[in-house]
């Protein structure tokens, strides 16, 4: 058999936890020392708590903070309470603004008001101004970082400007073109800097249309919608004054299109994306017996119905042999059609104006797939049961079944996002209970009244 080739991120870990399991701590500490910041976050996560706190205090605390950016909410929270509020302060007060903003909330009252002190007026402003928007909008994911021109100078005096600041932000293909005011105006790309001649002005060459700006109020996932469409690498925030007030940099929506990803698998279960791996035993059992809980409730909801039918599986025990094949295909059938939409919802792409044109094209999906299926299924039916009321009784439940799936599958995303409620973390349990409740009713009602 060939040997799986492992990932450098395999191999590290599987030599940190060597060493650790060994009681090796200076060793492991040796191991994640030249380490890039996100590599240290990603083996962080990988182990137990318990390794987290002996190798944390041996990074190097200029790295810290980049580290605390890059982990979730709660391994983040056990560094934190690992550091004193000195450490904790040294540790992130040169993070860029955006990134301090993240981790400002999960820090306690005494190392907050500690990091102020360190931050001169101006960056505390920014930190303000940042801290005063949604953490989930444009003005929360922003960063106040940007370099802005007025636009009655000339290309030759940008360039002087731009030598005499020695470094630019990460991230800048465009500088921003603003009024005495601070009103937005458009942008200058960096590329016409090195292209068009000296003696430009600034104002001929500003670009408009290229670079429209993003209302801090706007949602984060329409912002990545936004990013994806121009094919930006930044982009200015302005507020409902058109005051420039920050930019978006393409690896703050990378982030955001992960942690999109990672909800929408976490949350079809009841879980929380921020959830640490190894998080303590009854933390997580605490957590998940909740969505238990819930899911025992439509459990039961679909026991009550069949119950109704008590007389009618005593009289055919093969009923009860066929019923989970009913609900096991509308539930995959209404699965498949609930997550095109809710996928189609957070890129924008499905929206009320169009859901009744999806909704017509899911169930005539449904209705083909029913049919076919409901023959193949009808032929199995009687070739094991020899009964052909019975085939025709569990073919007619599937198509039954299949169209109201994913009618269901389709009108729940939308009606969960227009209730504030996601559709991600709801929609699977709704559709569950809708699709076995009709599944058994179809089933066991149709073969009360044939059989």
């Known amino acids: 058999m060939a040997e799986v080739e492992l990932t450098n991120f395999e191999v590290s870990l599987q030599n940190l936890m060597i060493s650790l399991e060994a009681s090796n701590h200076d060793e492991a500490k040796y191991q994640i020392k030249e380490l890039h910041p996100g590599e240290i976050a990603r083996l962080l996560e990988a182990i137990q708590p318990k ?11 200029s790295i810290q903070g980049e580290v605390l950016k890059e982990v979730n909410e709660d391994v983040q929270s056990q560094l934190i309470g690992e550091m004193l509020v000195d450490d904790l302060v040294k540790a992130t007060e040169k993070l860029d ?11 306690p009252e005494s190392a907050v008001h500690s990091l102020l002190l360190t931050l001169d007026f101006k960056h505390r402003e920014r930190l303000n ?3 005063s928007y949604p953490e989930d909008s444009a003005g929360g994911l922003m960063n106040t970082d940007f370099i802005t ?6 290309i030759r005096a940008v360039i002087r400007y731009l030598r005499l600041l020695k470094e630019m932000p990460v991230d800048t293909d465009q500088i921003f073109v603003v009024d005495r005011d601070f009103n937005y105006l458009g942008s200058l790309l960096i590329t016409t800097l090195l292209t068009e001649g000296p003696e430009q002005m600034v104002d001929s060459l500003t670009n408009n249309e290229a670079s429209k700006p993003i209302n801090a109020d706007t949602d984060e996932s329409e912002v990545a919608i936004l990013f994806e469409q121009r094919n930006l690498i930044s982009a200015p925030v302005i507020d409902e004054n058109n005051q420039l ?9 990378v982030d955001v299109i992960r942690d999109q990803a990672e909800h929408s698998v976490m949350s079809m279960v009841g879980l929380d994306e921020d959830e640490d791996v190894f998080a303590p035993i009854f933390q997580s059992s605490k957590r998940r017996s909740v969505w238990l809980g819930v899911n025992l409730i439509t459990a039961f909801i ?13 009289q055919k025990i093969a ?4 019923m989970p094949v009913v609900a096991s295909m509308g539930g995959i059938a209404g699965t498949q059609t609930l997550i095109i939409v809710t996928r189609g919802i957070a890129t924008g792409r499905v929206t009320s104006a169009n859901i009744k044109t999806l909704i017509n094209k899911e169930v005539a999906v449904s209705g083909l797939n029913g049919i076919i299926w409901s023959i193949v299924i009808g032929l199995i039916t009687y070739y094991w049961f020899s009964d052909l009321l019975l085939s025709l009784v569990i073919a007619l439940a599937i198509i039954t079944n299949l ?3 994913a009618f269901s599958g389709a009108f729940l995303p939308l009606a969960l996002t227009k209730l504030k409620i996601d559709p991600a973390l709801a929609g699977g349990v709704i559709l569950t209970t809708i699709t076995d409740v009709i599944g058994f009713v179809a089933f066991l009602g149709l073969a009360a009244l044939f059989i």
């Open 319 to 322: 009923l009860a042999i066929l």
């Open 97 to 107: 603004t955006d990134d301090l903003a993240d981790i400002v909330p999960n820090l």
């Open 403 to 405: 169209l109201v799936a």
């Open 149 to 154: 021109v007025r636009p009655d100078v000339t």
């Open 302 to 314: 679909a026991v009550y119905f069949i119950g109704l039918f008590e007389a009618t599986l005593q």
């Open 245 to 253: 007030v920050g930019r978006i940099t393409i690896d703050d929506v």
């Open 129 to 131: 101004k940042i801290l």
């Open 51 to 61: 390794d987290r706190a002996v190798i944390w205090p041996g990074i190097e605390i």
